[in-house]
């Protein structure tokens, strides 16, 4: 018996993405992880050129200045990031379990070293905290974003009954982008390699500290770090 006509068609193949747009994200993907080691400020079309090895002119037709290509690389890096973090976490159940997965992908996206000189965002934010201007402005509206991400999060979990509804949901996530900051400064700085298992353990024991009865168990702390290390 043939099929329905509808059922005879085949799906179409995913469309490229032509040439020039595939180029870009190439070089952009390279810039961010650039940047993350030397910083927005030391991130030129010259000096991007020069690791690519590719013509500065070539470069400049993509972006025309220095502030076109940070604000491109601030975009890109913002994908990135919702891409390995934000949209992921949204699979796993409202509640405390999203909650939890928005907090561990974070960290696991930092301590993986999916850039070279560590989290991007936290690096693009002390070195620009003090210069205004529209990179600073972007970078301070994406990190607003984050919070609000976070915040969020919380406030799900509250309205499951996971978390205790006289926590302040605002205050938490101030205080899991603390702990997340620090555990950042300790790897880098001190070279701590236990650092982001310190830090989950310390967001767990404070997320168990305003769980409900009815709140699932939280998973175990699984550094990705110390798991390469034992």
């Not at 490229?16 to 070089?27: D, F, K, L, S, Y």
């Not at 709140?215 to 770090?225: E, M, T």
């Amino acid at each position: 018996m043939p099929l329905p006509a509808r059922a005879r068609r085949k799906t179409p193949p995913p469309r490229r993405q032509p040439r020039g747009v595939r180029t870009r994200e190439a070089i952009l993907r390279r810039a961010v992880n650039l940047a993350s080691v030397e910083g927005l400020e030391g991130l030129t079309v010259g000096r991007l050129a020069e690791d690519l090895n590719m013509s500065k002119s070539g470069l400049f037709a993509h972006f025309g200045s220095k502030e076109g290509l940070q604000l491109a690389t601030i975009e890109t890096a913002r994908q990135i990031f919702i891409d390995q973090i934000t949209l992921p976490a949204l699979k796993a159940p409202k509640g405390m379990p999203r909650l939890w997965s928005l907090i561990d992908s974070w960290l696991g996206h930092v301590e993986g070293k999916i850039y070279a000189g560590g989290c991007f965002f936290t690096a693009a934010s002390f070195e620009f905290d003090d210069r205004r201007g529209v990179v600073r402005d972007r970078i301070a509206a994406i990190m607003r974003e984050w919070m609000a991400a976070l915040e969020r999060a919380v406030f799900e979990a509250q309205k499951t009954g996971h978390i205790e509804a006289k926590t302040s949901a605002a205050l938490l996530a101030h205080e899991v982008q603390g702990i997340g900051l620090g555990a950042h400064w300790a790897h880098q700085l001190l070279d701590d390699p236990i650092a982001y298992s310190r830090a989950r353990d310390n967001i767990r024991e404070r997320l168990l500290s305003v769980a409900t009865p009815s709140c699932p168990p939280l998973p175990p702390v699984n550094s990705r770090k110390s798991k390469k290390q034992s």
